[in-house]
């Protein structure tokens, strides 16, 4: 079983970038899709961005596409989300989360990214 443990949150001006990591706690993340989500105060936890564990390929949520890089490094025991160009409705809480086709039953205690504007 795997642990996802997020950092790298903060406050940050819109147009500011962060970056945050998902370490691998107990194991590396070999073997598991990897995903990040947000969630705003009051709205639903959505969708960010994944990195497929056999081919890499990457998948965005349309509202952040363009400006958010998901990433893991080679060791797989870390995962990154680039942020580039943030906007104030990028706020909320950052989650880190393993599994497989599409399920992700391990998750991160979140981080939480404020944008001011």
């Known amino acids: 079983q795997v642990q996802p443990v997020e950092s790298g949150g903060g406050l940050v001006q819109a147009g500011g970038s962060l970056r945050l990591s998902c370490a691998a706690s107990?194991?590396?993340?070999?073997?598991?899709?990897m995903g990040w989500f947000r969630q705003a105060p009051g709205m639903d936890r959505v969708f960010i961005a994944s990195?497929?564990?056999?081919?890499?390929?990457?998948y965005y949520a349309d509202s952040v596409k363009g400006r958010f890089t998901i990433s893991r490094d080679n060791s797989e025991a870390t995962v990154y989300l680039q942020m580039n160009f943030l906007k104030p409705e990028d706020t909320a809480v950052y989650y880190c989360?393993?599994?497989?086709?599409?399920?992700?039953?391990?998750w991160g205690q979140g981080t939480q990214v404020t944008v001011s504007s």
């Open positions: 989360a393993a599994g497989r086709n599409s399920r992700y039953p391990y």
């Open positions: 107990g194991r590396t993340f070999s073997g598991y899709d």
């Open positions: 990195i497929i564990w056999n081919t890499g390929v990457t």
